[in-house]
């Protein structure tokens, strides 16, 4: 069974950082994509980075290209993203997600990956 635990998640002021893990077990596929996705309050879950294993190549949403950066423990089977410069905005549960490596795919979309870990909540808050 494919399992993701996403952990790291706490109370830090602005401007502070956090790192997130993304542990995956149970994988049945050696190739696989992950992302990151938040829901704050009242809005919709968007994504905001990914990273893919076979080429490591990642990319990020504009609300968070410059402070966060996703990076990838092939070996462990964990993701990590390192958040820098928090800000209010950046408050919400964060969530990370799987997928098989397919080839191309819309790294945004929700729909696209098979898997989902149970969320950590960050608040960024003085």
């Known amino acids: 069974e494919v399992q993701l635990q996403a952990s790291g998640g706490g109370l830090v002021q602005p401007g502070g950082s956090l790192r997130l893990s993304c542990a995956g077990s149970g994988f049945t596929f050696d190739d696989y994509a992950i992302g990151w996705f938040r ?40 993701v990590y993203l390192q958040m820098n410069s928090l800000k209010p905005e950046d408050t919400a549960v964060y969530y990370c997600a799987v997928r098989p490596y397919r080839g191309s795919f819309y790294a945004w979309g929700i729909s696209e990956y098979d898997y989902w870990g149970q969320g950590t909540q960050v608040t960024v808050s003085s």
């Open 39 to 78: 829901q704050a309050p009242g809005k919709e879950r968007e994504g905001i980075s990914y990273i893919s294993s076979p080429d490591g190549s990642t990319a990020y949403a504009d609300s968070v290209k410059g402070r966060f950066t996703i990076s990838d423990d092939n070996a462990k089977r964990t």
